[in-house]
């Protein structure tokens, strides 16, 4: 029996750069920086004193006020991005609809509510155990942005959660598309969010060394393949796919953007941060989902690289789209959103799928933006700070997270 | 206290930390069948109670509190008792 194919049905977002996907297009085709200095908490005392915030979000526009201060600001992020998916791909569910019982969610995220968790460690210390929030484990646990978004939209299918850093929410869209192959639901609105932009995560990633401390110029922060790199920038927010077998899209007459192709994953196997060198871990999750894909090095026309804009990151992941690609690897071009939405951690890999589908879309290539001194060690087109427009069939998306978790993602075309 | 400024207040309890919406709110809603307050919120509403009135409200106590009119009773006994 031929494998069901899996099509995408419905984008939504809530990122640095928009609070809907045209918007985010936009800025992300002409090349605008989301970084600016930290407004979340007074980062004076911090040695990363800049960020890539969503400026002005109200969650009372998606949530009902009641729920609203039940959730973190990740699980906002989640539902927001996760109503605009739905509503694009015209979907929606009544308690009792029978077709709901073949929805599903699959969520990633790096941590979860680390807001709520820092706040609620400060009320237990400085008030005692009495005045913690009986809402605190349920808003900092990861998997309740994609429970939450059961119980509102109705989507009784299967449900899970994938924490695995900054390759979460490209696994959470992964595991959705073997979901709906293996014929456990027709619907999976899949993605992730996060909201880390917190005195924590900040200065412990500053701590760890990972974080870009080019505080007097924010915008030109995140700097991805570019020689005078110096860590990345932590963004927030979140974006989800509705991915749907490619029949039930068709039957009702869905929008279809673009099709799941493939899905590899590795493990470095080597470090907590570092990835492997050479990047074998990571060429090894490029070359998996190609052979899932049922394509070969020479089929792909663009590559969204995981390009965190640290020293390691770039010129490993370089190595490895060589190492996966050969000498193919100079013909393709590699760019990092993330030059312009800065790292959404556990939100990356969903928000990233959702700009390499609008590629296909539009035969537009977003930029790397800040690209100004080439490094030798990375050596590729990274489609430096113009957007492009270009033939784009399918495209590669890669993600590696802390722990060594690599996946890469294809998409293609409808046909 | 004055019973009315006690009434006041747990009002404003009710929409600012439970996101209630005020019109809905009136002495003798009961907070599960009325104001779809759930077992965490009822949680929620005692701490914010022990807060706001400096008050100390033990579960026994609190388990007979269905409206908002008695939790006003019960305040009102330990503020002015």
């Known amino acids: 029996m031929a494998r069901r194919r899996v099509v995408i049905t419905g984008l939504g977002t809530v990122n640095p750069l928009g609070q809907s996907v045209a918007e985010t297009w936009k800025n992300a085709r002409e090349g605008v920086s989301g970084v600016g200095r930290i407004t979340h908490f007074d980062p004076t005392e911090f040695r990363a004193q800049i960020a890539a915030e969503v400026a ?73 155990p009495g005045r913690v929030s ?10 309740m942005a994609g ?25 959470a869209i992964g595991d959705a598309a073997e979901i709906i192959r293996r014929d456990d639901a027709d619907v999976m609105l899949s993605g992730g969010a996060e909201a880390g932009i917190v005195e924590l995560s900040v200065a412990s990633f500053a701590s760890a060394r990972a974080l870009s401390t080019r505080n007097d110029d924010p915008a030109a922060a995140s700097r991805p393949f570019d020689a005078d790199r110096d860590g990345f920038v932590m963004g927030e927010g979140g974006a989800v796919l509705i991915l749907e077998e490619r029949q039930h899209a068709l039957d009702r007459g869905a929008t279809i953007y673009g099709e799941v192709l493939g899905y590899g994953m590795s493990a470095d196997g080597y470090h907590i941060t570092m990835p492997r060198p050479g990047g074998a871990g990571a060429a090894r999750a490029m070359q998996h989902s190609l052979r899932d894909a049922g394509l070969g090095p020479g089929d792909i026309d663009y590559i969204n690289a995981h390009g965190t804009s640290t020293p390691a990151n770039d010129s490993t992941e370089s190595s490895a789209v060589k190492a996966a690609f050969g000498d193919l690897a100079y013909k393709i071009p590699v760019s990092s959103t993330k030059s312009m939405t800065g790292h959404l951690l556990g939100g990356a890999g969903a928000l990233e799928a959702m700009l390499c589908v609008l590629a296909i879309r539009d035969g537009v290539i977003p930029p790397t933006i800040n690209y100004e001194t080439p490094d030798p060690e990375c050596d590729l087109d990274y489609v430096p700070n113009e957007a492009r427009e270009a033939s784009v069939g399918n495209v590669m998306t890669n993600s590696f997270g802390f722990g060594g978790h690599n996946v890469a993602l294809v998409f293609g075309p409808p046909s | 206290m004055e019973r009315s400024e006690i009434e006041t207040k747990m ?49 026994e106590e609190a388990e007979n509190i269905s409206t908002v009119s008695e939790a006003v009773d019960i305040v009102a006994a330990k503020v002015n008792g």
Request: with cysteine; net charge negative; charged share 25%.
């Open chain 2, 11 to 59: 009002v404003d309890l009710l929409v600012e930390e439970l996101g209630i919406e005020r019109e809905k709110i009136a002495m003798g809603s009961k907070f599960e069948e009325d104001l779809e307050v759930d077992s965490l919120g009822v949680v929620e509403l005692l701490m914010a109670l022990e807060d706001n009135f400096d008050v100390n409200i033990p579960d």
């Open chain 1, 56 to 128: 002005g979000f109200d969650p009372e526009e998606y949530i009902p006020r009641k729920e609203v201060r039940r959730l973190d600001r990740n699980a906002q992020f989640f539902w927001a991005a996760a109503s605009q998916a739905l509503k694009d791909a015209g979907l929606s569910y009544d308690e009792d609809d029978p077709a709901a019982l073949r929805a599903g969610v699959a969520c990633g995220s790096g941590i979860g509510g680390i807001i709520t968790f820092q706040d609620e460690v400060g009320v237990l210390r400085d008030r005692g």
């Open chain 1, 134 to 143: 009986p809402l605190a484990i349920t808003k900092i646990i990861s998997n």
């Open chain 1, 147 to 171: 429970g939450l978004a059961s119980i509102e939209f109705n989507l009784f299918g299967p449900n899970i959660c994938t924490v695995t850093a900054c390759a979460a929410s490209a696994n």
